[in-house]
Nanobody
């Protein structure tokens, strides 16, 4: 069992940056694959970035490639999402999720644990 708590969301102007953090409880964080998902009103929850257990492999959705960076610090039980050059369409609730198989995956159904989400709002 792992509990995930996101932080770092907020209101930012278009072109600005935010860094989201997701702190995990439990001693086995380093074995989990981690993902960041987002959900805008009326839309499905989609994966924007993922990282495998070691941090050696990452995935990015096409819409965020070159702007977002996922990373993890297993010593701190934390995964990060650095978001640069933010656009209006990045506005959503952002969730972190953990896959106890340690995979690099963007498939929502392969994630076992979820945080409560943090709101990111990009204004013009």
């Amino acid at each position: 069992q792992v509990q995930l708590v996101e932080s770092g969301g907020g209101l930012v102007q278009a072109g600005g940056s935010l860094r989201l953090s997701c702190a995990a409880s439990g001693r086995t964080f380093s074995s989990y694959g981690m993902g960041w998902f987002r959900q805008a009103p009326g839309k499905e929850r989609d994966c924007v970035a993922a990282i495998n257990w070691s941090g050696a492999s990452t995935y990015y959705a096409n819409s965020v490639k070159g702007r977002f960076t996922i990373s993890r610090d297993n010593a701190k039980n934390t995964v990060y999402l650095q978001m640069n050059s933010l656009k209006l369409e990045d506005t959503a609730v952002y969730y972190c999720a953990a896959d106890d198989a340690g995979r690099l995956t963007s498939r929502i159904y392969e994630y076992d644990y979820w945080g409560q989400g943090t709101q990111v709002t990009v204004s013009s």
